[in-house]
């Protein structure tokens, strides 16, 4: 009796427990999902005064440039490579290059004999001032002198054709009316035809000396001047050529000949690698491929010089994926006036991708995804959940486009801590 008496009762106070802790646990969840539900300021005076506050980085948002850049690695080229030849036949007399020996655009290599070539452009000279010479002497045409001269010779002769023409008529009356003989007259009358024909003799020539020289004749000078001054030209060429200078501003990588070997028009003195402009082959994912362009920038560094940068531009992208890497070969032309890059040289950089002016920039990592993109927010030192609109533009970060304001603080650190609505506390605050 006395023990089913014991057992209800326990069954009672079991049961009445049951009930309490029921209700109870009803009560605590009505005010948690009042607490979700009140803004901001209606939690703050609900929260009990010396509640923990939960530690946090927060992040101050400002709006900045941002560049989207891409890391590269490669090895440094040369761009040109070329083999210097002699222009000309000969034996050389100077080399003035060795090997990995740096040169300028037409400083010298080599030099052949060329004292041949000398006295043959003294000659050529000597020719040309005698053809011009000539050409200014018919040009100038007769002296005075020679002018007075063939005057003097037209009256004499006229003179002596006058007195053969009266003679020849005197004696011709005189052989009809036979008071001469027939070898007085023959003598007569080759007078007067000597004295007729030195007349027109003298008359041509002075017609000439006042006309001057033939159209032919000028031609001719004119001629013989052009040629002079051809041979010349040609002459000094090829001792020129005896000098034979760099094309390009580079290194000598090879030397070919020595001295006192002769010398042939194709063959090769020197090996040549063009470094004033270089270039640095990179391989880059095909991932990225949609991201480049010609003409875009890279900054490159090389452990010769830790302390700068050199600038470049993107000048070619290949047209072959490597099937093994996947990877495309990228050339980025490099200015190198000082010949500090050397061919050889690795060289890491980054390559800018895209440029943004006046933005807001968040790192990946505070950005969550559940249906939607949101962040953790500070307002108030309470915790606020806030839904953003974003742009991947980098491998870590994001291009906010809408949902937060310059001056607010998002939160970066202990998200598995903190819940909406909760109070925190800043432990270390920083800037984008």
Do not use: H
């Amino acid at each position: 009796m006395k023990k089913s008496y014991r057992f209800k009762v326990g069954l009672l106070v079991l049961l009445i427990l049951t009930v309490l802790l029921t209700g109870c646990g009803q009560q605590e969840n009505e005010e948690v999902s009042n607490v979700n539900s009140k803004n901001i300021e209606q939690v703050q005076k609900d929260t009990k005064s010396g509640s923990q506050k939960i530690e946090v980085n927060v992040l101050k948002i400002e709006k900045e440039d941002f560049k989207s850049e891409l890391e590269i690695t490669g090895t440094i080229e040369g761009i040109k490579e070329v083999n210097t030849f002699a222009e000309t036949n000969g034996k050389l007399i100077d080399l003035k290059v060795n090997e990995e020996e740096e040169i300028k655009k037409g400083e010298i290599i080599g030099v052949l004999k060329r004292d041949i070539l000398k006295a043959k452009v003294e000659q050529a000279k000597a020719n040309l001032e005698v053809a011009q010479t000539n050409l200014n002497k018919i040009n100038a045409g007769a002296r005075n002198q020679e002018l007075k001269q063939a005057k003097a010779s037209v009256n004499q002769a006229e003179a002596n054709y006058k007195k053969a023409n009266a003679d020849y008529k005197r004696i011709s009356k005189l052989y009809k009316d036979g008071a001469t003989t027939k070898e007085r007259l023959d003598t007569v009358k080759t007078n007067y035809m000597v004295a007729k024909a030195k007349l027109n003799f003298a008359q041509e020539n002075l017609n000439l000396i006042q006309e001057g020289a033939r159209k032919e004749d000028r031609i001719a000078a004119k001629f013989k001047l052009k040629q002079a001054q051809a041979a010349l030209k040609l002459t000094k060429e090829k001792l020129n050529n005896t000098v034979v200078t760099a094309p390009v501003s580079g290194v000598i990588t090879d030397v070919f000949i020595e001295e006192g070997e002769m010398v042939n028009a194709n063959k090769p003195l020197a090996y040549l690698v063009s470094m004033n402009q270089v270039l640095l082959k990179a391989d880059v994912s095909t991932k990225e491929l949609s991201n480049l362009a010609v003409g875009q920038t890279a900054y490159i560094k090389v452990n010769s010089y830790p302390k700068e940068i050199f600038k470049g531009q993107i000048s070619k992208i290949g047209s072959k994926v490597d099937k093994q890497s996947r990877t495309i070969e990228v050339d980025i032309i490099i200015n190198n006036p000082e010949f500090k890059l050397k061919s050889g040289m690795f060289g890491k950089g980054r390559i800018i991708l895209n440029t943004w002016k006046d933005v807001i920039i968040l790192p990946k990592s505070v950005v969550k995804s559940k249906q939607q993109n949101y962040i953790y927010v500070v307002k108030d030192d309470f915790v606020v959940k806030r839904k953003v609109e974003v742009e991947s533009i980098s491998k870590n970060k994001y291009l906010v486009t809408e949902g937060l304001q310059p001056g607010e603080q998002v939160i970066t650190s202990n998200f598995n801590q903190i819940n909406p609505g909760e109070q925190i506390y800043i432990r270390k605050q920083g800037s984008e």
